[in-house]
């Protein structure tokens, strides 16, 4: 008996010390407490600001036709010039199984601090063809259209904006 309640507090002064060994050895190589995980404040970002602004009149306008225009407006609210401001704009369904997305494609070659430049796109936002035709698009509830627009510059700034089109055909 004395043999059995020995070994039960050997084992458990094992553990113990095991346990203890784990946790000061995590704590050795564990991040230090005072380290902030939460994103900096954009007033800290030394990096110049892009934006992009969409007039919500013109895209509450747009229709499932061909030659839509859409106009931007791209505003550099940093403290440094920009150059090369590359603008892709891409046009697909939400329905995954309609895989054809649309992209255009615009440059912006400079733009001053505190200025903004309209860029415009002519867009076809025609509803997409339904792949193998085994389901007409009579037959499936219109799709929302999303426009997803992305500004990068060579400098590695950038800016993007997402909008859901819920375009409607017209009977």
């Known amino acids: 008996m004395r043999g059995g309640i020995l070994w039960a507090l050997g084992t458990a002064l094992a553990f113990v010390l ?19 995980l939460a994103p900096s404040s954009p007033n800290e970002d030394p ?8 007039d ?8 499932d036709l061909p030659e839509q225009r859409l106009g931007l407006t791209v505003r550099n609210e940093g403290e440094e010039q920009l150059s090369d401001i590359s603008l892709t704009l891409e046009v697909a369904s939400e329905n995954t ?10 440059t912006v070659d ?4 505190g200025a903004s430049r309209n860029v415009g796109f002519i867009l076809d936002l025609s509803p ?15 799709p929302q259209t999303i426009v997803e627009i992305q500004a990068t510059t060579p ?4 800016a993007v904006r997402t909008v859901i089109l819920p375009l409607q055909a017209d009977s």
């Open 56 to 63: 919500e009149e013109q895209l509450a306008a747009l229709d």
């Open 47 to 54: 990096d110049p600001s892009l934006d992009l602004g969409l």
């Open 155 to 158: 400098e590695g700034v950038s």
């Open 128 to 142: 997409p063809v339904v792949p193998g035709g085994s389901v007409s698009s009579e037959n499936l509830e219109a």
């Open 97 to 106: 199984a309609l895989t054809e997305a649309r992209y255009y494609r615009a």
């Open 110 to 113: 400079e733009l001053a601090v």
């Open 18 to 36: 095991t346990a203890t060994a784990f946790l000061l050895l995590a704590g050795l190589f564990a991040n230090s407490p005072e380290r902030s």
